[in-house]
């Protein structure tokens, strides 16, 4: 239990850490949307850098010295953002945060896997995992006007501390009865499901990431109004946990709803406070549900967990690095209706090219 909750209240401080800078992104991309997108995307193209070989690394020396590596970085990432709080700083800064969460969040989700209540345990770390990005923005919300745009930051980074003294006595997990994972042959079988993560988890990114600049709202609303959706993505990831979902027919449903409610997002300003808390509430509920789906159902392959979360990480980081940065740019380009409407025409599509995974096939 008390190692559980050490990864629990990691992965809410690692992500606490991440989400702290959102709400107030302009402050330190001077406005600009392209390099708000850039900042936002630093810490996830850390993150796309490392999980994967984190996830195989785990499977070969053991997931407690990464779980404790990727605290330390996260801590350290926290540090760097306070001292340096100019833009190329803090560009490297959470390209450093990305590389320590890229070493946490595999190892920790290949320690959860493993065990026996995996289906429980990976509900419980993915709510974790959004309480710690709602707070992060609440926090940085809250904070911004006695502390300054690094409120938030000089908070969670004193809070990494606890997780970091805890991970000390982390036990590691055995795989011996697991059959070990030909990367290649999983990779060629679940190619479709990987890119439907790409892109249904990339673009909560998008949203987030263009709204500051798109609505020019104060940094305690949106606050409220992104949090909403990592509450959304937090009560379905629990409810989730305790249900059995069918990852093709999962995808293509949630494709569907998540590409009406992007697209909405778009025309929700004018429409009112509660239109916005509504789109995202579907965008982070949908993303809820596809996340558990696909892990309850690597979790069951009866393989090493290691490569298998490095794989589903990467795919996740790879969207949470390109959507935003590319809808980014072309918002800043071609103005926000484009960037919305794309992002929503490449969501939907995965609603049909899901449909090319043999995602029953059994691994290999």
């Known amino acids: 239990?008390?190692?559980?909750?050490?990864?629990?209240?990691?992965?809410?401080?690692?992500?606490?850490?991440?989400?702290?800078?959102?709400?107030?992104?302009?402050?330190?991309?001077q406005a600009e949307p392209a390099l708000q997108g850039a900042i936002y995307s630093a810490y996830f193209f850390g993150a796309f850098l490392t999980v994967l070989p984190a996830g195989l690394l785990s499977d070969r020396i053991g997931k407690?010295?990464?779980?404790?590596?990727?605290?330390?970085?996260?801590?350290m990432s926290g540090i760097l953002i306070i001292l340096f709080p100019a833009v190329l700083p803090v560009l490297a800064a959470r390209t450093l945060e990305g590389i320590g969460a890229g070493l946490f969040v595999p190892s920790a989700l290949a320690w959860i896997n493993s065990q026996p209540n995996h289906r429980s345990l990976s509900g419980h770390f993915i709510a974790a995992l959004n309480l710690g990005l709602l707070t992060g923005l609440l926090g940085t919300g809250w904070l911004e006007m006695s502390m300054g745009a690094t409120g938030g930051v000089v908070l969670f980074t004193a809070l990494s501390a606890v997780p970091l003294v805890m991970s000390a006595y982390i036990s590691e997990v055995r795989e011996e009865e697991r059959r070990k994972v030909h990367?290649?042959?999983?990779?060629?079988?679940?190619?479709?499901?990987?890119?439907?993560?790409?892109?249904l988890i990339g673009v909560t990114g998008v949203v987030t990431a263009l709204y500051p600049e798109f609505t020019g709202e104060s940094a305690s609303l949106l606050s409220v109004q992104i949090g909403m959706m990592h509450a959304a993505t937090?009560?379905?990831?629990?409810?989730a946990s305790r249900l059995s979902f069918e990852p093709v027919r999962t995808v293509r449903i949630s494709a569907l709803l998540m590409a009406t409610a992007v697209m909405l997002s778009f025309v929700a300003p004018s429409l009112g406070l509660y239109a916005v808390l509504l789109m995202f509430a579907v965008i982070g509920g949908?993303?809820?549900?596809?996340?558990?789906?696909?892990?309850?159902?690597?979790?069951?392959?009866?393989?090493?967990?290691?490569?298998?979360?490095?794989?589903?990480?990467?795919?996740?980081y790879a969207g949470m690095?390109?959507?935003?940065?590319?809808?980014?740019?072309?918002?800043?380009?071609s103005g926000f209706a484009p960037a919305f409407f794309v992002m929503a025409l490449t969501t939907a599509s995965m609603a049909f090219t899901i449909g090319r995974c043999r995602c029953g096939d059994a691994a290999h």
């Open 1 to 29: 239990m008390r190692q559980s909750i050490t990864l629990l209240s990691g992965i809410f401080i690692v992500m606490a850490i991440s989400n702290a800078i959102v709400p107030v992104l302009p402050s330190f991309a």
């Open 64 to 75: 407690t010295p990464l779980i404790r590596l990727g605290l330390l970085l996260t801590c």
């Open 183 to 199: 990367l290649a042959e999983t990779f060629r079988v679940h190619f479709w499901l990987y890119i439907s993560t790409v892109v």
């Open 234 to 239: 937090m009560a379905t990831s629990l409810a």
């Open 286 to 316: 949908v993303a809820g549900f596809i996340i558990n789906a696909q892990l309850a159902y690597l979790g069951a392959m009866g393989v090493q967990q290691g490569a298998l979360m490095g794989l589903f990480n990467t795919a996740t």
């Open 321 to 333: 690095t390109l959507l935003p940065f590319a809808a980014g740019i072309i918002a800043q380009t």
